[in-house]
């Protein structure tokens, strides 16, 4: 291997009409059981085939000794003892298994603006590194663009058209762009940012030129599982920031509340569940500041898994939010409410704390959830931290802790060193 370049190659996926497609279709999951069902079916004849012609085999002997009547001496021999009996059973041959092993990493909100050099990687110190996962996935809180005006609200965020090239080589394969800085800079800038995006191959959900695109998830084939990402936002500057049949903007996941829009997000999950083992949704909402989850959260979050989502991966608060695994009567859910700032400007105490969350599925199955803590240097870039030392154990606790209401319990996370 030469030093400083990874060999590792991840899925690969081609852009289509609604997201990104896997250069290799999937068939569907009936096919796949339907052939399946059909090899297990024909080994079981196989082994009924054998045991009948030892049964006919034995029968047909009995019958000859029957007709042919008792051996004379001149031509039977000297009488030997009967032999055990001995039957060939044939079992399956093992076909090629299912449940490949894979892993999700997500960090939570990504800023790439304020005193960040173009020859500078904010995501050198992220171990294990982005790219070590199947499936990498951010929160992106910024415009790439030059053009646009700001916009009237207190922060605004832009950053150079060439930080897409700098997200692409940290590894990263989805962005959700459904939060309240997407269009901090208008609607010229938000196509920017797609177009900038597209041009480096990096997937983005949440946002688009009509809210079909908006709602349409980025689809991946990895492992042979099918896996579908979504992202919607319950922080809305201003209504003129959602996306409708006709005109560009974010998903919406309601305001601060669960209504007709919150409908629409779990209508998509419901469509992405039909054709897909796994469903991610990117959420944006909660309380600044807040380590537990809002009411509201934990209502959206219980709707989504019963919707089909597997994962519910969420952002804004600026602190570290407790991880929660929902039983289903399909497997385990996961939910992580918040994990905090992740690339942002200079923070101390709990803003500080942040962390890279890596998801280990089996096929389409949740199994667990590891934190690897970090926390923001000076220039506010997230450094890891040992799970061993004080400062490690301190940025773990603060997603392994209980907050009043919701369903789910507290994840075992297994902190990482």
């Not at 790219?131 to 009237?152: F, K, P, Y």
């Amino acid at each position: 291997m030469v030093p400083g370049v990874s060999t590792r190659c991840k899925h690969q996926r081609m852009r289509g009409l609604h997201g990104y497609l896997p250069f290799r279709p999937r068939p569907p999951r009936s096919t796949l059981r339907f052939w399946t069902f059909s090899l297990l079916s024909m080994a079981m004849v196989t082994v009924a085939m054998t045991v009948s012609g030892a049964i006919a085999g034995r029968t047909a002997d009995a019958q000859n000794l029957e007709t042919a009547g008792p051996p004379t001496p001149s031509s039977a021999g000297p009488t030997l003892p009967p032999g055990p009996s001995t039957t060939t059973t044939l079992l399956p041959t093992a076909g090629p298994t299912l449940e490949a092993p894979w892993t999700l990493a997500f960090g939570g909100d990504t800023l790439l603006t304020r005193a960040v050099a173009e020859t500078t990687d904010p995501f050198a110190g992220i171990r294990p590194p982005l790219a070590d996962a199947d499936l990498a996935i951010v929160n992106l809180e910024t415009a790439m663009s030059t053009r646009g005006r700001a916009q009237i609200k207190e922060f605004t965020f832009r950053s150079a058209p060439s930080f897409a090239d700098r997200v692409a080589a940290a590894g990263i394969d989805v962005v959700s762009l459904a939060n309240n800085h997407t269009l901090d800079f208008g609607v010229e800038a938000l196509q920017d940012t797609i177009r900038n995006l597209d041009r480096v191959n990096v997937a983005h959900v949440g946002a688009g030129s009509t809210l079909d695109e908006a709602l349409t998830p980025a689809e991946f084939e990895i492992n042979n599982v099918a896996v579908a990402v979504l992202g919607a936002s319950q922080i809305i500057p201003d209504a003129s920031w959602l996306a409708t049949p006709t005109r560009a903007g974010i998903a919406s996941a309601g305001k601060h509340a669960i209504n007709a829009e919150t409908q629409r997000l779990l209508d998509a999950v419901r469509r992405a569940r039909v054709t897909n083992d796994v469903v991610v949704v990117i959420l944006h909402w909660g309380i600044e500041g807040n380590p537990c989850p809002s009411p509201v959260q934990q209502e959206l979050a219980g709707l989504l898994v019963d919707a089909g989502a597997t994962a519910v991966l969420g952002a804004h608060p600026h602190v570290l939010q407790p991880i929660v695994r929902v039983p289903t009567p399909t497997g385990d859910a996961v939910i992580a409410y918040s994990m905090g700032n992740f690339i942002w400007d200079p923070r101390s105490g709990a803003t500080a704390d942040t962390g890279l969350l890596r998801l280990r599925f089996i096929g389409g199955r949740f199994m667990e959830a590891t934190f690897h803590p970090h926390r923001l240097d000076r220039q506010g870039w997230a450094r890891a931290v040992s799970a061993a030392t004080s400062a490690g154990r301190a940025v773990s606790t603060r997603v392994s802790g209980r907050c009043p209401g919701g369903r789910g319990t507290p994840i075992e996370v297994l902190a990482s060193a």
